[in-house]
């Protein structure tokens, strides 16, 4: 029951900015430098480049080939496959569904910081518990959620290429020119300490680029890879419908292939990029005590740091926390977007009215998400060990549990029930060239699935 009147990107250009768009998010610029601080930095990154080569690159191109064959959104595109395993598309949507309220309640913190910013204030954003005061009063990080939720929804409601493209191919050019602006200054950077211990920029790289090996054991090689997979799976937006219901706004003529090449670069530049703003700057100023601040590296972190560059610092501030906003703007728009899309293909209905469905029930749980850190307050331990409140366990359920099963039953779908050339074929339409084929089958058919099954066992407490 194709319908004619589907919406698409105008061409390649829009799909790329809209997809790489999607990709660039939080993931990128707040998860991807902790992590690697966290993991011993050029470890890490190695880790993480050879996954997106391999098994980034596989899942990317099923997703984008699923959608734009079925030209459906998740929800109903794996029942139009194989009618037999609809539940992935019921699950694949389940996931967009449970991240939506929580990425806009961070969003909301981000749009906070960069108000800060704005208006000069950089310095109280800098004093220790500014974060923790923050997140738990009350009306606050309400009001920012909503404004942020808003602007989200309002691209939405404009349409795929009116709103989700007209605004990735804004946003996107001015975000990598000031993350490469951010990223060259980072480096330029010294501080002496009250020791007398001078730090610079470069040595700073050094901590983030260079591998080290040394005393690592093996299970603690098992949990830098295991955590370099869980990012990729964040960071190019897979399996959780996005990439299905982007692929099918695309068009027939679009080469898929460089398209997806260029998507992943995109989007592994970005993180590579980001790393480079953020840990030399708290090497330098922190040493490598700050580089254990974990996920409020740049809430906590990044304040004492741009508080540290003195006059300067209040710019750098701002520009950081407008470069965070783009992305996740673009980001939770697509998250949005495969939610909407899905109801629309499903029910027949129509753009706005299953937009306000939407929005309907994200503003009721984002309440609630925000409410976890004071009204709502309590401590709850996690299968894998970690203590959190309702947004940990929101992103736990998503991240952790469902998006592995996601692309484990995508990839046993693909690669033994409808088969590898199903997908070969999309690609490869209008004679372009799939390269990496053999690579690509043998992810899809064994290792893929392989990784995805230790990464769920991992993640629910059993390894
Ligand atoms: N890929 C985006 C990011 O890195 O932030 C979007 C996204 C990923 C949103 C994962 C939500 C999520 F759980």
């Not at 910013?117 to 500014?130: I, L, N, P």
């Not at 040493?287 to 809430?299: H, K, N």
């Not at 469905?357 to 401590?379: D, K, P, Q, R, W």
Request: with cysteine; proline share 3%.
């Amino acid at each position: 029951m194709e319908k004619k009147s589907r919406s698409s990107f105008s061409g390649q250009l829009g799909f790329i900015m809209a997809a790489a768009g999607s990709a660039v998010g939080l993931g990128n610029i707040w998860r991807f430098p902790y992590l690697a601080a966290k993991d011993g930095g050029g470890v890490f990154i190695v880790c993480y480049l050879v996954l997106a080569l391999t098994f980034g690159f596989a899942l990317l191109t099923t997703e984008i080939a699923i959608g734009r064959k079925t030209r459906q959104s998740p929800l109903t595109a794996y029942k139009k496959l194989d009618k037999h395993w609809g539940i992935i598309g019921v699950l694949a949507c389940l996931v967009p569904t449970i991240i939506l309220p929580y990425y806009c309640s961070i969003g909301g913190w981000v749009f906070k910081y960069l108000s800060i910013y704005v208006t000069g204030q950089g310095a109280a954003a800098a004093q220790d518990g500014f974060f923790t005061d923050y997140i738990t009063s009350t009306s606050q990080p309400l009001i920012w959620m909503l404004i942020y939720f808003a602007i989200t929804a309002f691209i939405i409601i404009c349409g795929v290429e009116k709103g989700i493209e007209k605004y990735s191919k804004i946003l996107m050019p001015i975000l990598v020119v000031l993350v490469i602006g951010i990223s060259l200054f980072s480096l330029t950077l010294n501080y002496t300490d009250t020791e007398g211990v001078t730090r610079t920029g470069l040595q700073g790289l050094k901590v983030y680029l260079v591998p080290d090996f040394t005393g690592m054991t093996v299970k603690q090689f098992f949990i830098i890879v295991m955590d370099a997979m869980g990012q990729l799976f964040f960071s190019i937006s897979v399996a959780m419908g996005i990439m299905v219901a982007y692929g099918s706004y695309a068009r027939k003529e679009t080469n898929l292939m460089t398209s997806i090449n260029q998507i992943e670069i995109f989007d592994t530049a970005i993180a590579l990029l980001a790393g480079l703003m953020i840990i030399p700057a708290v090497f330098v100023f922190m040493g490598m005590d700050g580089m254990s601040a974990g996920p409020g590296l740049i809430f906590v972190s990044l304040p004492k740091v741009f508080a540290a560059m003195g006059g300067f610092g209040g710019i750098v501030g701002l520009v950081f926390f407008l470069i965070v906003s783009f992305a996740a703007v673009t980001s939770s728009v697509s998250v949005m977007e495969a939610i909407v899309s899905s109801l629309m293909d499903a029910f027949h209905l129509s753009r706005k009215k299953s937009s306000v469905i939407v929005a309907a029930y994200t503003l009721v749980l984002g309440v609630i998400v925000c409410l976890g850190y004071n009204a709502l307050y309590f401590e709850f331990t996690l299968p894998n060990g970690t203590v959190g409140q309702i947004l940990d366990i929101m992103d736990y359920i998503s991240n952790n549990c469902l998006m592995p099963l996601v692309a484990f039953l995508t990839c046993i779908l693909v690669g033994w029930v409808i088969k590898p050339e199903t997908i070969i074929e999309e690609v490869t339409q209008g004679k372009y060239k799939f390269q990496r084929k053999g690579l690509y089958i043998v992810m899809i058919k064994f290792v893929a699935p392989a990784l995805l099954l230790v990464l769920l066992l991992q993640s629910v407490g059993l390894f």
